[in-house]
C-alpha cells in the first residue's frame, strides 16, 4: 500500500428526509444569498425545487436561479454561473441534481472567486485553486458519486475536450432516495454501471497485490450487482436503490482509493467520446469495459482471476489465471446485457465512425493501468466496440 494522508471535507446526510435535518443547520451557518443551481427541469417536475426553496425562504436567504445545467455540463455554462455569481454577490451554492449539476457548481465554486481562467490554471500552468464559494449538493440522480468528491467532469466546447477539473468539494451532501424516484430506468441503471465501473476501475490499478481498500472495493462491487439485479426484478425497490445511494458516495468518496493509483483507463476513453458525441456517460463505459479488458488482462491476471472469484463467482477449481481472467470478463460484458444496457457504440446511437480516432488521439493514458496503451490499440479497442 502507497502512504497516504485521509481526511474528508463533505458531511452526509442520508436518508428518508435528510433535506429537513441537512438544509436548516447547515443554511444558518452561510451567507444570506444563495445559488439554487440545477438542470434542466426535472426538479420542477418533481416537486424537489418547490420543497428546496420552502427551505431557504426558512431560512430568510435570498435565491438566485442557476439553471438549465446540462447534462455533460460545459465550461460556457461554468462561467455563466461563475458570472452570475459575480454579478448576485452569491455567498453559497446549492446544487441540486445528478452529477452534471454538482460538477458544474464545483467549477463555479471555483471561477466566481478568481480572475484567472480555471482551464488555462489546471491544463496549462498546473495550478489548481484554493479558494472556493462554500457549497452543498442535494443528489436527485446517484451513481457518478460527485456529491463527495472535488473532481468535476466538465466539456470544454472549444477545444473538444471532457476532462476532470478539480474544484471545491460541497461542505454538505443531502442523499435521500426520495429525491431520485423520478429518475427513469435507463438513467438509474446506468449511473449504476457508473458506480460499479468506478470499483472496478480504482481495483484494477496499482499497486496490484491486494489491499485492505480493495477488499472493500470487492464488497461494494458485489452490492452493486446484486442490487443491481433487484432493481432488474423492480425498479422502484426503494431499499435496493438507497444501497445503491450509499454505493455510489462509497466508490467515489476516496476509501477505495486510499493507498491506491487508480486505473480510470475506461473513464479517459469514455470522456472523450462524450466530448465528440454528447453521449450517455453509464452507457459509454458499459461498452468500453469488457472490450478494454480483453486487450488488457494478460498484463494484470492476477487481479483480474481475484475479480472473476470475488465478486462474479467463478470456480477456480480447474482453472487457469487467465482462464479465470478471462471468465470474468466474459461474466460482466453477460451482466451488460443483462442490465439492458448497449454493447456497441452503433446500440448507442453513435453514428459518425471518424469520432473514434478523434477520441483514441485525444484521450488520456493512464499511470495506474496494468498495461500501458498505445494510441493505435485505443483504436482498435474503440474499433471493437463500433
Ligand atoms: O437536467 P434535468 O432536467 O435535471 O434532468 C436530468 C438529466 O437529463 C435527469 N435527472 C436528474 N435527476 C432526476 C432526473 N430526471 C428525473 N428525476 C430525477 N430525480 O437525469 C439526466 C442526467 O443527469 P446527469 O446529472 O447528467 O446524470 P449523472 O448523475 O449520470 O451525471 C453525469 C455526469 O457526471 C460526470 C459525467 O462525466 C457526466 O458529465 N461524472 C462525474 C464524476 C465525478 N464528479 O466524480 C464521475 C463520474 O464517473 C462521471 O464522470
Known amino acids: 500500500m502507497k502512504d497516504f494522508i485521509y481526511s474528508y471535507p463533505t458531511k452526509v446526510y442520508f436518508g428518508e428526509k435528510a433535506a429537513a435535518k441537512a438544509l436548516p443547520a447547515e443554511l444558518a451557518k452561510v451567507g444570506k444569498t444563495v445559488m439554487l443551481a440545477y438542470g434542466g427541469g426535472s426538479v420542477k417536475k418533481s416537486g424537489v425545487y418547490d420543497e428546496i426553496c420552502g427551505y431557504l425562504r426558512d431560512a430568510g436567504k435570498e435565491i438566485v436561479d442557476f439553471s438549465g445545467i446540462m447534462p455533460n455540463p460545459t465550461y460556457s455554462k461554468v462561467q455563466e454561473g461563475a458570472a452570475l455569481a459575480r454579478e448576485k454577490k452569491v455567498d453559497f451554492i446549492l446544487a441540486v441534481g445528478g452529477g452534471s449539476v454538482i460538477d458544474c457548481c464545483k467549477i463555479v465554486a471555483a471561477q466566481a472567486v478568481t480572475e484567472k481562467d480555471i482551464w488555462q490554471m489546471e491544463f496549462k500552468d498546473h495550478e489548481y485553486p484554493t479558494a472556493f464559494l462554500p457549497m ?3 443528489v436527485t440522480a446517484s451513481g457518478t458519486g460527485a456529491e463527495m468528491n472535488n473532481g468535476a467532469v466538465i466539456t470544454n466546447e472549444e477545444t473538444n475536450e471532457k476532462a476532470g477539473v478539480l474544484g471545491a468539494h460541497a461542505g454538505f451532501a443531502v442523499l435521500d432516495v426520495n429525491y431520485t424516484m423520478s429518475l427513469p430506468a435507463k438513467q438509474v441503471l446506468s449511473g449504476a454501471f457508473d458506480t460499479l ?104 491476471v492476477k487481479q483480474f482471476a481475484r475479480m472473476a472469484q470475488k465478486v462474479w463467482e467463478i470456480p477456480a477449481a480447474g482453472k487457469s489465471q487467465e482462464e479465470l481472467a478471462e471468465a470474468g470478463i466474459q461474466a460482466l460484458a453477460d451482466f451488460v446485457k443483462e442490465m439492458g444496457l448497449p454493447s456497441t457504440f452503433t446500440e448507442m446511437g453513435i453514428t459518425d465512425k471518424s469520432v473514434l480516432k478523434k477520441v483514441a488521439d485525444t484521450c488520456n493514458l493512464t499511470a495506474g493501468c496494468c498495461k500501458k496503451l498505445s494510441r493505435e490499440e485505443v483504436l482498435e479497442i474503440l474499433e471493437e466496440c463500433w
Open 197 to 300: 465501473s468506478h470499483s472496478m476501475e480504482t481495483y484494477l490499478g496499482s499497486p496490484r497485490d491486494i489491499t485492505l481498500s480493495d477488499e472493500i472495493a470487492e464488497a461494494v462491487m458485489c452490492n452493486v450487482i446484486r442490487n443491481i439485479r433487484l432493481l432488474l426484478k423492480d425498479i422502484n425497490d426503494k431499499e435496493a436503490r438507497t444501497e445503491l445511494m450509499w454505493a455510489s458516495a462509497m466508490a467515489e468518496n476516496g476509501i477505495l482509493k486510499i493507498g491506491k493509483v487508480t486505473d480510470f483507463q475506461a473513464h479517459q476513453i469514455e470522456h472523450q467520446l462524450g466530448a465528440y458525441t454528447d453521449c450517455n456517460y453509464g452507457q459509454g463505459l458499459a461498452v468500453i469495459h469488457p472490450v478494454l479488458y480483453r486487450h488488457m488482462y494478460k498484463d494484470g
Open 136 to 138: 452543498g449538493a442535494v
